[in-house]
């Protein structure tokens, strides 16, 4: 492969998330595949391995320690499959449907799928509020993830009705985060929602996040 394959099982070790090694296998694969596309399609402005990895991989799998290994995940506004894709290489028994408004990132998020046989992964294309009525979306789910989409006040409108109850939202924010908490607490509460947040720092360029974790009560 073109990138170095042991930053990322090196990084994954620093950040204390366990993942097997053909698991990582597969994440070095989508890196390298994702950054294969980007050459004619766009899919992302980050195109160096280090930075792929870094803010694409190990970002999404910050996520792993409230993802549990089954039930049903919502990704909104999921790009060309991040977080979704690297949480369902590493949670293979996880029911993962995605809704983004771009077809070549959808189109990319199948391929993935296809060739990585990532069964129970579909990858809607349209935006959530005109394509609640595909099968996809039926059935409620247990979490929902959205990475640097949207406000928070505005994805818990989005996802409220599609989790059930005791349904979390996860939000991946950047330093943004706190202050985007802050603005719409009162709102949360009247609609029926609790939230706690957590901070983290990526591991190469110490970059701020911070996940916002609503709970639908």
Do not use: C
């Given at each position: 492969m073109a990138g170095n394959p042991f930053l990322l099982p090196d990084l994954l070790r620093r950040q204390k998330l366990?993942?097997?090694?053909?698991?990582?296998?597969?994440?070095?694969?989508?890196?390298?595949?994702?950054?294969?596309?980007?050459?004619?399609?766009n899919l992302t402005a980050i195109t160096a391995w280090d930075e792929v990895?870094?803010?694409h991989l190990v970002d999404s799998l910050l996520l792993l320690p409230h993802v549990p290994a089954t039930g049903r995940l919502l990704d909104i506004g999921s790009g060309a499959?991040?977080?979704?894709?690297?949480l369902k290489i590493v949670r293979p028994d996880l029911e993962v449907v995605t809704v983004d408004a771009v077809a070549k990132k959808v189109f990319f998020q199948r391929h993935v799928a296809r060739t990585l046989?990532?069964?129970?992964?579909?990858?809607?294309?349209?935006?959530?509020e005109t394509c609640r009525s595909e099968p996809a979306l039926?059935?409620?789910?247990?979490?929902?993830?959205?990475?640097?989409?949207?406000?928070?006040?505005?994805?818990?409108?989005?996802a409220g009705p599609l989790l059930r109850s005791g349904g979390r939202l996860l939000a991946m924010k950047g330093p943004e985060g706190p202050g985007e908490?802050?603005?719409c607490r009162e709102n949360l509460a009247a609609g029926g929602w609790r939230w706690r947040s957590e901070g983290s720092e990526l591991p190469i360029t110490g970059a701020a996040r911070?996940?916002?974790?609503?709970?639908?009560e």
């Open positions: 366990m993942v097997s090694a053909d698991q990582v296998s597969q994440l070095n694969w989508l890196g390298e595949e994702l950054l294969r596309w980007n050459r004619s399609r990895v870094e803010k499959g991040f977080p979704s894709l690297p046989n990532l069964r129970q992964y579909a990858a809607v294309h349209g935006r959530l039926a059935a409620s789910f247990d979490l929902a993830t959205a990475r640097a989409v949207a406000s928070l006040e505005h994805l818990a409108k989005l908490l802050d603005a911070w996940l916002l974790i609503l709970t639908k």
